[in-house]
Structure formats: structure tokens, C-alpha cells
């Protein structure tokens, strides 16, 4: 799936996901997907909606549904990639809050099937409409895991969208050789309130501590991972995220000073899903 995230002089970024399994790939309705048995990838886009909760939740629908019927029974990591995510809709609502409506309905509807929600990122692109893509894998092997900083999404009060964002903080994936820890898109956010507005330096600052106490070993024995535990610094395939062009420089000191030099990092210049929010985090530790 080809998504428009980088403009002018931007460096164009592909995402590769890689099996030793025989892969079977295939289109379904809208979607795409690929999978090995064990993993699904499936990918879907919403082209531009006046108003998306319907369509959101259709498409949210077909996608769990298919998912379900192919045998995968477990969530493990969604991208939700939203053009003009705090812009309006035609109703005068932020697109990204009538997009959860959709979602949360999609997830209640399903929710005996799928009662655990997994990691998830919700943020901006550069052309209307919404691309979704996710992995899905088989029964038992995922832990989904809250941050003790921060609200859980999914209870964030009414005066940040009559729905709430379905999404885990992290989610851990049992494999058979190594396992992942799939983190979120994280922002400087305490507890269900934006941190720092304004601050581009302390936002970047405390995403990166609340990903620090996410990932550690205190946190994952809070979910039953004992004997595992990660630092801010073990995070991989790093997405940055930052939505004012004149940060990034700011942005990729304060990243350059925290991860490996060997860390594969992109960098990208969109909207975040708050109007305070200026920049957000995600990545995966092994
Ligand atoms: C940054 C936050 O939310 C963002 C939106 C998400 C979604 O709606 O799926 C998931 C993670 C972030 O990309 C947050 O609420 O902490």
C-alpha cells in the first residue's frame, strides 16, 4: 500500500514485512493481504468521506471479520493513517474523533470475537481519505500492555470525542524464534491530558520517557513478561512523527542523543491526532 506521507524533499520510506514462511497474497473487496499461516497482513483504504463514521466502521467491520474467518483470532499491531486527521469533517467535528466513532463501533460489534484491542497508531497524511493496514496473528500469542502514565486510550474521557481510540499502549507478540514488542504511536501525553503544549523539546522529552516506563521490566512483569524488560534505546523501526516542519531539526537531536547510531529511523512531517500534539513516537523492540 503506497501512502502519501512525504512531500517535497522528503525521503520516501518502504516498509518491508518479512516471513520464512511460504507466503499466500491475495486481494478481498477493497483489501489486500498477505499471509504465512501464522501472520496476516492486511491493507484497506477509505478514499475521502464528508463524514466517516459509517464508512469507518464498515470498513473496521470487513477487516475483522475477514481476519477472523482466515483463522487469525489475534490483533497484533494496527496503522491507521489519516488524511487531515484534526481537520473537520463536514459537520464542523475533527475527522480523527469522528474516525474513532467508527472504529469503536466496528470493535463493539465484534467484541466477543475480538475483546482485546492491540497497539495502534492513528496519525496524519498529506492526501485525503484513510489507509488501515495491520498484523494479525493466531490464538495465545499476544499480550496487549497499558502504560502506567498515561490513561488508557480507550477510557479517555467524552471532552476528547463522544468515542473513545481503540488501542493498547503496546503489544507483546510470543514468536517462535524471538518475540516483539510492538509500541504504539506514543505522544507527550500524562495520564489522558497533553503535556507541554507548545514545547517541541519537552513533548519529545517525556514521549520518550513515557516509552521508556512502557517498555521496561517493571511494566511488562505488571502484565505477566517476566524475565523481559526494554529501554527507551532497544527501540527499532522507529517512526517519528512531527507536525511542524521548523521542529524536525530539534526532533532528530533529542532522537539522535537517545537511540543506537544503527537504529532505523524515518522521519515524518504530518499531522498528529491532538491540535497541541507536535510530536509522536513509535517502534518495536526485539
Ligand atoms: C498519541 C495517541 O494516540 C494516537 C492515536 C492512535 C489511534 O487512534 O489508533 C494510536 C496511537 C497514537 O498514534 C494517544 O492517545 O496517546
Same mark, same amino acid.
Given at each position: 500500500?503506497?501512502?502519501?506521507?512525504?512531500?517535497?524533499?522528503?525521503?520516501?520510506? +518502504?516498509?518491508?514485512?518479512?516471513? !520464512?514462511?511460504?507466503?499466500?497474497?491475495?486481494?478481498?473487496? &477493497?483489501?489486500?493481504?498477505?499471509?504465512?499461516? &501464522?501472520?496476516?497482513?492486511?491493507?484497506?483504504? %477509505?478514499?475521502?468521506?464528508?463524514?466517516?463514521?459509517?464508512?469507518?466502521?464498515?470498513?473496521? +467491520?470487513?477487516? #475483522?471479520?475477514?481476519?477472523?474467518?482466515?483463522?487469525?483470532?489475534?490483533?497484533?499491531?494496527?496503522?491507521?493513517?489519516?488524511?487531515?486527521? @484534526?481537520?473537520?469533517?463536514?459537520?464542523?467535528?475533527?475527522?480523527?474523533? !469522528?474516525?474513532?466513532?467508527?472504529?469503536?463501533?466496528? =470493535?463493539? @460489534?465484534?467484541?466477543?470475537?475480538?475483546?482485546? $484491542?492491540?497497539?495502534? *497508531?492513528?496519525?496524519? *497524511? %498529506?492526501?485525503?481519505?484513510?489507509?488501515?493496514?495491520? %498484523?494479525? @496473528?493466531k490464538q495465545g500469542r499476544t499480550v496487549h500492555?497499558?502504560?502506567?502514565?498515561?490513561?488508557?486510550?480507550?477510557?479517555?474521557?467524552?471532552? /476528547?470525542?463522544?468515542?473513545?481510540?481503540?488501542?493498547?499502549?503496546?503489544? =507483546? $507478540?510470543?514468536?517462535?524464534q524471538t518475540s516483539s514488542l510492538f509500541v504504539?504511536?506514543?505522544?507527550?501525553?500524562?495520564? &489522558?491530558?497533553?503535556?507541554?503544549?507548545?514545547?517541541?523539546?519537552?513533548?519529545? #522529552?517525556? @514521549?520518550?520517557?513515557?516509552?521508556?516506563?512502557?517498555?521496561?521490566? !517493571?511494566?511488562?512483569?505488571?502484565?505477566? $513478561?517476566?524475565?523481559?524488560? /526494554?529501554?527507551?534505546?532497544? $527501540? !527499532?523501526?522507529?517512526?517519528?512523527?512531527?507536525?511542524?516542519?521548523?521542529?524536525?531539526?530539534?526532533?532528530?537531536?533529542?532522537?539522535?542523543?537517545? =537511540?543506537?547510531s544503527e537504529t532505523e529511523i524515518a522521519y515524518?512531517?504530518?499531522?498528529?491526532?491532538?491540535?497541541?500534539?507536535?510530536?509522536?513516537?513509535?517502534?518495536?523492540?526485539?
Amino acid at each position: 500500500m503506497t501512502v502519501h506521507m512525504v512531500n517535497g524533499s522528503g525521503i520516501a520510506v +518502504e516498509e518491508v514485512w518479512r516471513t !520464512d514462511r511460504p507466503v499466500r497474497s491475495g486481494a478481498w473487496g &477493497e483489501a489486500v493481504f498477505s499471509e504465512d499461516g &501464522e501472520l496476516l497482513f492486511y491493507a484497506a483504504r %477509505l478514499g475521502p468521506q464528508p463524514i466517516y463514521r459509517e464508512r469507518v466502521r464498515e470498513l473496521y +467491520e470487513n477487516a #475483522l471479520r475477514f481476519t477472523w474467518e482466515r483463522g487469525y483470532t489475534d490483533l497484533v499491531r494496527m496503522w491507521n493513517l489519516i488524511g487531515d486527521i @484534526t481537520g473537520p469533517n463536514a459537520e464542523g467535528a475533527e475527522i480523527y474523533r !469522528d474516525f474513532c466513532v467508527g472504529r469503536a463501533e466496528a =470493535f463493539a @460489534t465484534w467484541e466477543a470475537q475480538f475483546p482485546q $484491542l492491540p497497539a495502534a *497508531t492513528g496519525i496524519g *497524511t %498529506l492526501s485525503p481519505g484513510i489507509d488501515l493496514c495491520f %498484523l494479525a @496473528t493466531k490464538q495465545g500469542r499476544t499480550v496487549h500492555l497499558e502504560n502506567p502514565r498515561q490513561t488508557p486510550a480507550y477510557q479517555y474521557p467524552s471532552r /476528547y470525542g463522544p468515542r473513545s481510540p481503540s488501542f493498547a499502549r503496546a503489544t =507483546f $507478540l510470543h514468536g517462535e524464534q524471538t518475540s516483539s514488542l510492538f509500541v504504539s504511536g506514543t505522544a507527550s501525553i500524562l495520564g &489522558e491530558d497533553t503535556a507541554h503544549a507548545g514545547d517541541i523539546e519537552r513533548q519529545t #522529552l517525556e @514521549t520518550l520517557r513515557n516509552i521508556d516506563v512502557l517498555v521496561g521490566r !517493571d511494566n511488562l512483569s505488571r502484565h505477566g $513478561l517476566h524475565g523481559y524488560g /526494554y529501554a527507551v534505546q532497544d $527501540l !527499532d523501526q522507529v517512526k517519528v512523527y512531527v507536525r511542524d516542519p521548523e521542529h524536525i531539526a530539534t526532533v532528530r537531536d533529542i532522537c539522535a542523543q537517545t =537511540f543506537h547510531s544503527e537504529t532505523e529511523i524515518a522521519y515524518f512531517n504530518v499531522g498528529v491526532c491532538r491540535p497541541d500534539l507536535l510530536v509522536e513516537i513509535e517502534g518495536v523492540c526485539r
